[in-house]
C-alpha cells in the first residue's frame, strides 16, 4: 500500500516555497484551482502583494523565476492582474496515475489523526412500516460511513430504532388477550412479519379507541413495562424481533448490511436514564417546572415569545425522546469513545438535537474535543413537487417504492441488453434500481428536499446512476476486447487534451473523497463521479482507444480506460452503488 501525492498537492508545494522565497515573511497560500485555461490557477498573489503593498505582477514574475520547472510542472505563466497559469508536463500526470494505479486503494493516503465517529442512521420504529424518510437516513449514512472508513476513521453505527414508549402497552395488553395473533418471529418472512405487526397494530388501536376499561389495562401495561415485569418485557421482546426480521428484509432489498449488534434502540439507554435525570438536575442544568425535569434555553421560544424547553422527564415521572439520547451521549462519549457523534435524521428534528446537544455541553459530557453534527436531510416530494404520498393520500410504503423502482429498471435494462437471460435481467435491475434510488437522493444535497421521480432517475442521460453504471459497462466491455493488448502506462507519451482533462480528474479522486468525508457531503463525490464519467465520454468520443496509432498509445489508453473503470467503481462502491460488469 503506497500512497500518492497529487498533482494539485505537488504543484501547491512547489508554489509555496517559491511563493517564500520572495516573501518570507508571509503565511504564503498560493490559493490553486483547477483551471479551464491551463491545469491550475494560482489567485493567492494579490492579496499577498496588497499586504506586502507590492506591485502583484512583478510579485508574479519574480515567484515565477522561484519555481522549479521542468519535472512535475511544464510550464508557468503570469497572466492578468497577477494571476498565475501552471501546466503540468504530460508524463507527470502518467506517472503519476501509474502510482496510483500500482496501488489497492488508487493512491489515496489515510487519515493521519483518525478519529472515531458514532454515526447514528437507519433508525426505523418498531411495530411501525418503514417510509421515504427512513429511506434517505439509511442511504446517507450509508454513503457517509462507507465514505469516513475510506479515509481511515473508526465508524460505530447505532441505529436508534423507536422501541419504547406507550404504544407498547397497548400492543402488549393486545397480545396477552389475544394469544398467538403474532406468528413467531422465526417463522415469518419480512412481509408477513409487517403485515401481522400491522394487524395487530390496528386490532389493538381499535380496542383501545373505543374501550376505556381496555386503555386503562394498557396503561398499567405500561407501567408494568416499565417496571421489568418479566412476561411484559418478554411479549415486548416479540414485537422487537418480528420487527427486526422486517427490517432486514428492507435492508437486504436496498443492498445494504445492518450489523445486529448496532441496532441499540431507545429501549437500551433506560437503566441509564433516571442516572441522567439525577446529574443534570444535581448541575442545575435541569430545573423541576410544573412537576417535569426541564431545561430552559435563552434563545429558544416559541409563540409568545414563551421559552421551549427539552423535557427530560414528564410529571408523571415517565422518560422520552430526549433522555434516551441524551443517555446515548454519555454512552457514545465515555464506554465508545467517540470524538464526533453524527446524527442522519430528519431536519425537522434539528431543534430537537440543538437542544439535546446543548444540554450535553452545559453538562460536561459533550466537551470541545468532541463535534456533534444533525445532518438533517430535506424531504422527500413527489414528481410533481408536493409531499411524497399515495393517490389516496397516503404515506408511500418503502417496499412498494423499491419494487417499482427495480422493475423501471428491469424495463430499462431490458430494452438495452437483449443479449441478457431473464436472471440475469433481474439481478442487474436490482443493481440499478437500488442504485438509482440512492443515487438520486445522494447526488442532491441532504439539506434540501428532493423529487421521487422514477422516470428521472432510471434515465440513461443525466446525472443518474445508469449513466455512471453504463460508462463503468462500456469500459469493461472494451477491455474484453482488447485481447492480447493489456493496459500499460507510456508516460513518454504527449497527451490528447481530453487525457489530460480526465487524466488531472481522475489524480483528483483522493482529494475529493477526504473533503466530502470532511463536509459530510456525499453529494460533492456523486457531481465528482459523474464529471469522471462525462470526461471519460468525452475522452472516448476524441481519442480512439482500440484503433490508436501505436501499440503504445494503444495501451495508455486502455491504461486511462481501466484506471477510469477502478475509480468509478471505488467511488460507487463508498456510496453504497454496485458498478455489474455488463449490461
Ligand atoms: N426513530 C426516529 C424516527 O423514526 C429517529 C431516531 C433518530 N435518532 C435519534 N438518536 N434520535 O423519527
Keep these: 500500500m503506497a500512497s500518492v501525492t497529487s498533482l494539485t498537492d505537488l504543484v501547491n508545494q512547489r508554489l509555496t516555497s517559491a511563493l517564500s522565497a520572495s516573501l518570507p515573511e508571509a503565511d504564503a497560500d498560493p490559493l490553486l484551482r483547477r483551471s479551464d485555461r491551463a491545469d491550475f490557477q494560482a489567485n493567492g498573489i494579490l492579496a499577498l502583494a496588497k499586504k506586502a503593498k507590492a506591485n502583484p505582477r512583478e510579485l508574479a514574475t519574480q515567484v515565477v523565476g522561484n519555481i522549479v520547472t521542468g519535472d512535475v510542472i511544464k510550464d508557468v505563466e503570469v497572466s492578468g492582474p497577477g494571476f498565475l497559469n501552471v501546466t503540468v508536463a504530460d508524463s507527470a500526470i502518467t506517472e503519476t496515475l501509474a502510482a496510483r494505479a500500482a496501488d489497492d486503494r488508487l493512491g489515496v493516503p489515510l487519515k493521519a489523526n483518525a478519529g472515531i465517529t458514532v454515526i447514528d442512521y437507519a433508525q426505523p420504529n418498531v411495530a411501525k412500516e418503514m417510509h421515504v424518510g427512513h429511506l434517505r437516513s439509511a442511504v446517507i449514512g450509508d454513503a457517509l460511513r462507507g465514505m469516513l472508513d475510506f479515509t481511515g476513521e473508526k465508524t460505530i453505527g447505532r441505529h436508534h430504532i423507536g422501541d419504547w414508549g406507550t404504544q407498547f402497552g397497548m400492543l402488549i395488553q393486545h397480545l396477552i388477550e389475544n394469544p398467538g395473533e403474532l406468528t413467531p418471529a422465526s417463522e415469518v418472512d419480512g412481509a408477513e412479519a409487517m403485515s401481522n405487526l400491522n394487524r395487530v397494530y390496528k386490532a389493538s388501536r381499535a380496542v383501545f379507541d373505543s374501550d376505556d376499561a381496555f386503555k386503562e389495562r394498557a396503561r398499567k401495561r405500561v407501567v408494568a413495562l416499565q417496571s421489568g415485569d418479566k412476561e411484559t418485557l418478554e411479549l415486548w421482546q416479540q414485537f422487537v424481533d418480528e ?15 445492518i450489523r445486529d449488534d448496532e441496532i441499540v434502540g431507545e429501549s437500551a439507554y433506560n437503566d441509564g436514564m433516571p442516572e441522567t435525570a439525577r446529574l443534570l438536575e444535581e448541575m442545575g442544568v435541569a430545573v423541576r417546572s410544573e412537576g417535569a425535569l426541564v431545561v430552559f434555553f435563552d434563545e429558544i ?23 434516551s439520547d441524551l443517555t446515548a451521549i454519555r454512552n457514545r462519549v465515555t ?5 464526533s457523534l453524527l446524527y442522519v435524521v430528519d431536519v425537522r428534528q434539528s431543534l430537537h438535537f440543538k437542544m439535546v446537544f446543548e444540554t450535553a455541553r452545559r453538562a460536561g459530557w459533550l466537551t470541545d474535543e468532541v463535534t456533534a ?4 436531510y430535506g424531504t422527500v416530494l413527489g414528481a410533481d413537487g408536493k409531499p411524497f404520498k399515495t ?16 422493475q423501471r429498471a428491469a424495463e430499462v435494462v431490458r430494452e438495452k441488453s437483449q443479449d441478457l437471460t431473464e436472471d440475469e435481467i433481474q439481478e442487474r435491475a436490482a443493481q440499478v434500481g ?19 421521480d422514477l422516470d428521472q432517475m432510471v434515465s440513461l442521460n443525466g446525472d443518474t446512476s445508469v449513466y455512471l453504471q453504463y460508462a463503468y459497462a462500456r469500459i469493461q466491455s472494451i477491455l474484453r476486447k482488447a485481447g492480447e493488448s493489456k493496459p500499460a502506462a507510456h508516460p513518454e507519451l504527449e497527451l ?17 473523497v477526504f473533503e466530502a468525508a470532511a463536509e459530510y457531503a456525499p453529494h ?10 462525462s470526461l471519460y465520454t468525452t475522452f472516448y468520443d476524441q481519442c480512439p482507444v482500440l484503433k490508436a496509432d501505436t501499440e503504445e498509445q494503444k495501451e495508455n489508453r486502455l491504461f486511462l480506460c481501466d484506471l477510469t473503470a477502478r475509480t468509478l467503481h471505488q467511488g460507487m462502491a463508498l456510496l453504497g452503488i454496485r458498478t455489474p460488469e455488463r449490461l
Design 496 to 512: 490528447a487534451p481530453a487525457e489530460r482533462a480526465l487524466g488531472l480528474h481522475l489524480d483528483g479522486f483522493g482529494g475529493t
Design 243 to 257: 420487527s427486526k426480521v422486517y427490517f432486514y428484509s428492507v435492508f437486504e432489498k436496498l443492498d445494504m448490511e
Design 434 to 452: 437500488i442504485g438509482a434510488v440512492k443515487y438520486a437522493d445522494l447526488s442532491t444535497s441532504p439539506n434540501r428536499d428532493y423529487k421521487f
Design 301 to 323: 421560544r416559541g409563540k409568545d415569545d414563551q421559552p421551549v424547553p427539552l423535557i427530560v422527564q414528564k410529571a408523571d415521572g415517565g422518560f422520552g425522546y430526549a433522555a
Design 335 to 339: 464506554d465508545l469513545h467517540a470524538t
Design 524 to 533: 460533492k463525490l456523486a457531481a465528482y463521479l459523474y464529471q469522471l464519467a
Design 391 to 406: 393517490r389516496e393520500g397516503e404515506t408511500v410504503r418503502l417496499e412498494d417504492l423499491l419494487d417499482e423502482a427495480v
Design 373 to 376: 453534527h444533525n445532518m438533517g
